[in-house]
Every structure is written in structure tokens, then in C-alpha cells.
């Protein structure tokens, strides 16, 4: 299976944010210094994609967590209705 298809998908992702970053700032902070919109724009968007990646790797991280929980009560709920119906 190819996979090419996929990184040509999200350099196109990226491709997008960094033209949006850069129509941003080259009409608002950046209109009196247009030079200086590329790099700022290049490092604005490498940051906003390192922390999406952050925010859903915490958010599956946690929800891992919630899962363990939710199946050790789900566990310990099944051997004390067995012990108590044992009885």
C-alpha cells in the first residue's frame, strides 16, 4: 500500500496554513515590513502544527488513562457482583 499520497496531503495542509498566515500578516502586523512576512510565517506555521500534534497527543493520552480506569472498575465491578452472588 502506498502511503505517498499522504504526505502530499499534508504538505498541502501545511502549504495552505503558511499562505493564510501569510495573507494575515502581510495585511495586518507585518504591512509596513513585507519582507519579513515569509520567515515569520514559515515559524508561525511550524509552531501551530507542533501544537496541534501536542493538544492530540495529550487528549489520546488522557483518554487512555480514562479507558484503564473505566476497564479496571469494569473488572473489579464483575468479581464483587461474582462474590456476591457466590454467597
Known amino acids: 500500500m502506498e502511503f505517498g499520497w499522504i504526505i502530499?496531503?499534508?504538505g498541502l495542509a501545511f502549504n495552505g496554513l503558511k499562505w493564510v498566515i501569510e495573507s494575515i500578516l502581510s495585511m495586518t502586523l507585518l504591512k509596513a515590513n513585507p519582507?519579513?512576512?515569509e520567515?515569520?510565517?514559515?515559524?508561525?506555521?511550524?509552531?501551530?502544527?507542533?501544537?496541534?500534534?501536542?493538544?492530540?497527543?495529550?487528549?489520546?493520552?488522557?483518554?487512555k488513562k480514562i479507558l484503564g480506569i473505566i476497564i479496571l472498575l469494569g473488572w473489579v465491578l464483575l468479581l464483587v457482583s461474582m462474590v456476591i452472588s457466590a454467597l
Open 8 to 10: 502530499n496531503l499534508l
Open 35 to 37: 519582507d519579513l512576512v
Open 39 to 63: 520567515g515569520f510565517s514559515n515559524t508561525i506555521a511550524l509552531l501551530v502544527s507542533l501544537t496541534a500534534i501536542y493538544i492530540m497527543l495529550v487528549v489520546v493520552s488522557m483518554g
